[in-house]
């Protein structure tokens, strides 16, 4: 666990700056079994100081991979000297942004750094599940066991704003199953397993997953049987993963205020409707519908305390994501977004448990609702950019036919733009899917959890 | 240099001491300087110290793994606790294995020492070309950065490997707008190991800025046609990244998912594609000098002529298999160009498009691909007609690679790939 060398030494904190200084830790532990062949059994541990200076519309950052005294004087030093030799050349003069509040918030970290497991646990729990599959489903042309437990662990004195000390785990099974068509074509479907904690929290017994994998082995078996989507606009039911992933990568990255600033279709959509009136989106702090959130964050790296960010109102584009600086730019409140990865990275903003509002329709209704269509179900990436033009891959779903299920459909993508896509939604359902599996990349990795309910909305879907 | 070889000894004399023979070790440090520019303005100027440890150990055939950013003695000592503690959970697999003593080497890569000042100019220079010569471009970010390393590599075969290097990289994400229109995004950037050259003359940085100024007004395609596609190198290198994992990679050949897994020596592409992995070749800056296991890299022909040649294997899923490794662990991929002019291979199309960008999903085992054709262009009848918005391409990677109409003469060099244009027919396009 880390000790607090930073606290105290705020008073060397350079006056007529904003200064934050962070230790972290960060800690990540892989297996993978392909086929029974264990491929990767690593340990990885990252930790260091750093410091970012804020002068005058410009920041410093320096870094270093130690943490005992003179790394932090050293790192305070070089990111004054940054943000000096910025300061000088650009000449900005851009005011300071408002103060933040102060306080403190130091989260229990004690029973939290008791739960690091012996590496043959994690083996263990990956072979006997690896056995499962092996033997009740000999006829598979392979199967991938990927466990991944990453946790990070940051101490954080800023000049204004709260300073804070916390754990943030994360454990995740991934179960990768292969099939072959009749022709000798594989097929694949994953699923991951997991969420917010330590393995050990998560995972007690691997025969507590055998259900998962038969689901996930029913519908492989079912796609293994399955047919081409066919192209074009569809009218179709979009999973909650993936309306969660819609709320991310479609409408999440372009109210993130840095990359309005950068040109995103948002800049000129605030106060505009952008969805259907069925549609409300919101970034979710620490708290979601009186529970804890995936991955929840209670106070941010620049010191900010977090509160959810309401960004779509009933369809209706309300507010942006920011750090401190585009608060201060767009005359918003900041709610906590800006988060860095490694001790080596500094803040950007960032989402954290990024959400489509449920509505009151059953998903069965919605299902039934449709005469000529899909539902799509999983996905195993998505893209989006400052338009809002996005890309999901499809690796499971089903045609819809009369308002009944049909044959499961092969591997395909949808697309569409986000502000028109959301205003064909006319249906949503009550039921809130989230996933907390997945990183965000955007400069730096981050870990972000996604949800919503099911919707029916018209898509484009490729396909032969 | 001395410090960071003798740490790497340390390490492995205390991997010894616990009766452990096979082992690699990679001990390093490294500073970053690097400028980022975001909304059009420079916002960010930091400085990185870190330091990394990496030890691979096969205890007994029993493979562990552990790094860290710590490399005092204390943390190396800790290192291999930790290291033999995570072996020890492992299942024996004699296929685990590390190279031969060979020849040992110090290299010296690119450019080692920064040269800050100049980087900021040529970067504040680069921003001014742009603003003047390419007026409805907006910087969403750019990031400019000198990387600096030194590491020392041994095994305990006696492999010893010092390897200093430096380069500068510049990462320009970017968009163009016209009132409330505006283009998709894209990213462009280089690796460079020299700041004699204005950035803005290097890799397809110029062309790049200028079809994106053509992309802000665009048309959705009508329907659905099987036509061609223009691959540019950026493009092409994304392609042929995905197809080559798939169907050489380790994962497909040791899950023996590979369809191309008894294709070596056959054909599986036009005779006219020539693939290497190259990683000394001279446009490649800092090129990989040794693989992880410890052998020397050397260049190879994935796809020659048309034929698979080699498949990507590490030495364990090579000896798990019993094929051949290969002989670098890079991804220096070099495309050998055609004859003629990209131009004149456009004005022989009937119908298709230029993909800029090809936004997709993962493609599955069966290489069956669809995906957004962003930043892009419709061609019909030999010329090129507009920006396009809202289309898909759809087809099967292991098709694609037989149904080449030609390469360009032209190739695109950005310090890690070498890559040319390329052109496919019987490609499904689907617009609204």
Request: aromatic letters at 8%; a negative charge; proline letters at 4%.
């Amino acid at each position: 666990m880390l000790n607090d060398l930073i606290t105290k030494r705020k008073s060397e904190f350079h006056p007529g700056t904003h200064t934050e200084l962070r230790a972290q830790i960060s800690k990540n532990r892989a297996i993978t079994l392909v086929s029974g062949n264990l491929t990767a059994n690593t340990r990885n541990e990252v930790s260091g100081v750093s410091a970012r200076v804020y002068k005058n519309g410009v920041y410093g950052f320096s870094s270093a991979a130690s943490y005992d005294d003179d790394a932090v004087k050293s790192v305070l030093d070089a990111a004054k000297n940054n943000a000096d030799f910025m300061d000088t050349h650009l000449k900005k003069q851009k005011p300071m942004f408002p103060p933040q509040e102060s306080g403190s918030r130091f989260a229990d970290t004690e029973s939290l750094n008791k739960r690091e497991l012996p590496p043959r646990t994690y083996i263990d729990f990956a072979k006997q599940l690896d056995g499962y599959i092996s033997n009740t489903y000999p006829s598979l042309a392979s199967r991938v066991i990927a466990i991944r437990e990453d946790s990070m662990e940051k101490f954080l004195a800023v000049s204004d704003g709260y300073d804070t000390h916390f754990i943030s785990p994360r454990s995740y099974v991934y179960v990768f199953l292969t099939a072959e068509t009749k022709d000798g074509m594989p097929v694949e479907l994953f699923a991951p397993i997991g969420g917010y904690g330590s393995f050990g929290e998560n995972f007690t017994d691997p025969a507590l997953l055998y259900p998962k994998v038969d689901e996930l082995h029913a519908k492989l078996m079912q796609k293994r049987e399955g047919v081409f989507a066919k192209a074009g606009l569809k009218t179709v039911v979009l999973g909650g993963d993936l309306s969660g992933m819609l709320a991310h990568e479609a409408v999440g990255h372009t109210v993130e205020a840095d990359l309005v600033l950068g040109g995103s279709v948002a800049g000129h959509n605030l106060g505009k409707k952008v969805a259907s009136d069925l549609i409300s989106l919101v970034d979710f702090a620490h708290t979601a519908f009186d529970k804890p959130a995936p991955l929840p964050v209670y106070v941010d790296d620049e010191g900010v305390p977090a509160t959810d960010a309401l960004l779509i109102d009933k369809g209706n584009l309300v507010g942006y994501m920011n750090n401190r600086e585009t608060a201060h730019h767009f005359g918003m409140k900041p709610n906590g977004n800006a988060r860095a990865f490694l001790f080596s990275d500094e803040p950007l903003i960032r989402m954290r448990n990024t959400a489509v509002l449920p509505g009151s329709n059953k998903l069965d209704d919605l299902i039934a609702s449709v005469d000529d269509g899909y539902y799509l179900i999983s996905s195993n990436n998505g893209q989006a950019d400052t338009t809002g033009e996005f890309m999901f891959g499809i690796t499971m779903g089903y045609e819809i036919k009369g308002g009944k299920l049909g044959h499961a459909i092969l591997d395909t993508t949808i697309t569409g733009v986000a502000f028109e896509m959301l205003k064909t939604v006319d249906m949503v359902s009550d039921s809130m899917n989230w996933s907390s599996s997945g990183y965000c990349g955007k400069k730096q990795q981050m870990p972000v959890s996604v949800g919503g309910p099911e919707l029916r909305c018209k898509v484009t879907i490729g396909g032969r | 240099m001395e410090e960071l070889t003798s740490k790497a000894a340390l390490c492995l004399d205390l991997v010894k001491e616990k009766n452990i023979e096979k082992a690699f070790v990679s001990v390093s440090s490294r500073e970053v300087n690097e400028f980022n520019v975001d909304g059009g303005e420079f916002s960010l100027f930091r400085t990185l110290f870190d330091n990394a440890l990496s030890l691979t150990m096969y205890n007994a055939g029993r493979k562990g793994f552990v790094s860290l950013n710590r490399i005092d003695a204390a943390s190396i000592k800790a290192a291999v606790e930790s290291c033999a503690d995570v072996s020890e959970s492992s299942p024996p697999d004699p296929a685990w294995d590390i190279a031969p003593k060979g020849e040992n080497g110090d290299f010296v890569k690119g450019c080692p020492t920064p040269d800050i000042p100049a980087l900021f100019d040529r970067s504040k220079v680069f921003m001014a070309n742009i603003a003047e010569d390419y007026p409805a471009i907006i910087i969403e970010q750019m990031i400019i950065k000198h990387i600096k390393s030194k590491s020392a590599y041994q095994n305990t075969n006696g492999v010893i490997y010092n390897t200093v290097s430096g380069k500068n990289v510049v990462e320009v994400m970017f968009s163009a707008h016209e009132g409330e229109k505006s283009s998709s995004f894209y990213g462009s950037g280089v690796s460079i190991d020299s700041l004699d050259k204005p950035f803005i003359e290097l890799g397809t940085f110029r062309e790049d800025f200028e079809n994106i100024q053509k992309q802000v007004h665009t048309t959705p395609l009508e329907g659905k046609f099987t036509g061609t596609v223009v691959l540019p190198p950026q493009t092409l290198g994304g392609v042929l990244y995905v197809l080559l994992s798939n169907f050489c990679g380790d994962m497909s050949i040791l899950n023996g998912t590979s369809l191309w897994k008894d294709m070596i020596g056959k054909k599986v592409a036009d005779e006219k594609i020539t693939l290497s992995l190259s990683p000394l070749d001279g446009r490649v800056v800092c090129g990989e000098r040794f693989t992880s296991e410890g052998f020397r890299s050397e260049n190879y022909d994935i796809i020659k002529d048309g034929a698979l040649n080699s498949f990507m294997l590490s030495l364990y899923v090579a000896n798990k298999t019993g094929r051949t490794r290969a002989r670098n662990s890079s991804f220096n991929l070099i495309m050998a160009p055609g004859e003629k002019p990209i131009a004149e291979i456009i004005k022989g199309i009937d119908k298709g498009i230029i993909v800029g960008r090809l936004s997709g999903g993962d493609p599955g085992a069966n290489g069956e691909f669809a995906g957004v054709a962003k930043n892009s262009f419709y061609v019909e009848n030999g010329e090129i007609k507009h920006a396009i918005s809202e289309t898909m391409i759809s087809g099967n990677l292991l098709e694609l690679v037989k149904n080449l109409r030609g390469i360009s003469k032209e190739v695109s060099c950005d310090g890690d790939s070498v890559l040319p244009y390329a052109v496919f027919d019987n490609v499904t396009i689907s617009g609204k």
